[in-house]
């Protein structure tokens, strides 16, 4: 069964989840949930979901970054992303580090604001320690495009989306982001994006 994903706005989206006991995370309702998370995920098809993306407000979220989703991608456009394919997987409470300031620059899409984009700065290494599906700690090494879902999702957790960290004037349309952005090297879409004449009058 897919479930409705939140789009933005709604308020479990700027809630702080709240953390599963390992009995919860053992019970029969979290494998419930866990199950229906990760349909809705390959449904949409996404490569993260969290929790209170389907309107729960608690510390879980399942990864999955198939080979399938990346082959509109060119070998150089993952390579510059570090991107690999990332087998399914449940994340519970989790807790992390970012190894690295936040200055690796790529759009970044989010399903609960479906159609548009945004360049985000990120950490390109990061270490995550939580629970897995079965309640036994866990530490995630990662790096790339896996640390910067693991940032998205974490965030989530946290009542915050990629709008909070965006780089504003890059906010576009996923339609404008194909017609001029996609094509092109970050760094280009970067400079263009982020020039603007500071010492013009106002143009009004
Ligand atoms: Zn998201």
């Known amino acids: ?80 992303r570090e991107r690999r394919p990332i087998p399914f997987h449940v994340i519970v409470n989790p807790g992390i580090h970012l190894l690295s300031q936040p200055e690796v620059n790529f759009f970044e899409g989010c399903l609960s604001l479906p159609g548009f984009s945004a360049i985000v700065p990120r950490s390109r290494q990061v270490v995550v320690k939580c629970l897995n599906e079965e309640g036994a700690p866990v530490r995630i090494e990662a790096e790339g495009w896996y640390a910067r879902i693991l940032q998205h999702e974490i965030d989530h957790l946290h009542g915050t989306l990629y709008i909070d960290r965006m780089l504003s004037r890059s906010f576009c349309s996923l339609d404008h982001y194909n017609r001029y952005w996609k094509a092109k090297p970050i760094q280009e879409s970067l400079s263009e994006l982020t020039h603007h004449d500071e010492h013009g009058g106002p143009d009004i």
């Open 1 to 80: 069964m897919r479930i409705k994903i939140a789009t933005v706005g709604e308020i479990v989206l700027r809630t702080r989840a709240r953390p599963l006991t390992t009995e919860e995370i053992r019970s029969t309702a979290t494998r419930g949930l866990i199950e229906h998370m990760k349909e809705t995920l390959r449904d949409a098809p996404g490569v993260g979901l969290a929790a209170p993306q389907i309107g729960t407000p608690l510390q879980l979220a399942v990864i999955e970054d198939r080979a399938e989703y990346q082959t509109s991608f060119s070998e150089a456009e993952l390579a510059e």
